[in-house]
C-alpha cells in the first residue's frame, strides 16, 4: 500500500504564496510513480492542477500555468506545489495522488490510484 500526507496548507492573501508538501510512504511507493496534485474549491467539483512523473516530465492545469511550479524530491520521497501569485479563486481543499502507471501528462482523477486526506488552502482579497 502507499500512504500520502499533505501539508503546508493555510490562509494568505490575494498575491501571496504558499508551498504545500505530500510525504509518500508504504512498501509498494517507489520513486517512478506518477504524481498530482489535484484540488475541490467550496460547491464544486474536483480539478486536476498539475501532474508530474519520472524525470520531471510536468503538466498544470491553464488556470494555473504561470503561477504553480509541482517538483519532487525522490530522496524525501516529497512531492510539493510551490503556488505564487495566489487569486482567491484557488480557494480550495488541495490533494496529492499517486499511481504506478508512467502517465505522460496530468490525468483524470480516477486515473490515480492512492490519495492524502487533503490541505486546506484559503486565499483572501
Known amino acids: 500500500q502507499v500512504q500520502l500526507a499533505e501539508s503546508g496548507g493555510g490562509s494568505v492573501q490575494s498575491g501571496g504564496s504558499l508551498r504545500l508538501s505530500c510525504v509518500a510512504s508504504g512498501y509498494a511507493y517507489s520513486n517512478s510513480y506518477s504524481m498530482a496534485w489535484f484540488r475541490q474549491p467550496p460547491g464544486k467539483e474536483r480539478e486536476g492542477v498539475a501532474g508530474i512523473r519520472v524525470g520531471g516530465i510536468d503538466s498544470y492545469a491553464d488556470s494555473v500555468k504561470g503561477r504553480f511550479t509541482i517538483s519532487q524530491d525522490n530522496a524525501k520521497k516529497t512531492l510539493y506545489l510551490q503556488m505564487n501569485s495566489m487569486k482567491p479563486e484557488d480557494t480550495a481543499k488541495y490533494y496529492c495522488?499517486?499511481?504506478?502507471?508512467?502517465?505522460?501528462?496530468?490525468?483524470?482523477?480516477?486515473?490515480?490510484?492512492?490519495w492524502g486526506q487533503g490541505t486546506q488552502v484559503t486565499v483572501s482579497s
Open positions: 495522488a499517486a499511481d504506478p502507471r508512467l502517465w505522460s501528462r496530468l490525468r483524470p482523477g480516477n486515473d490515480y490510484n492512492y
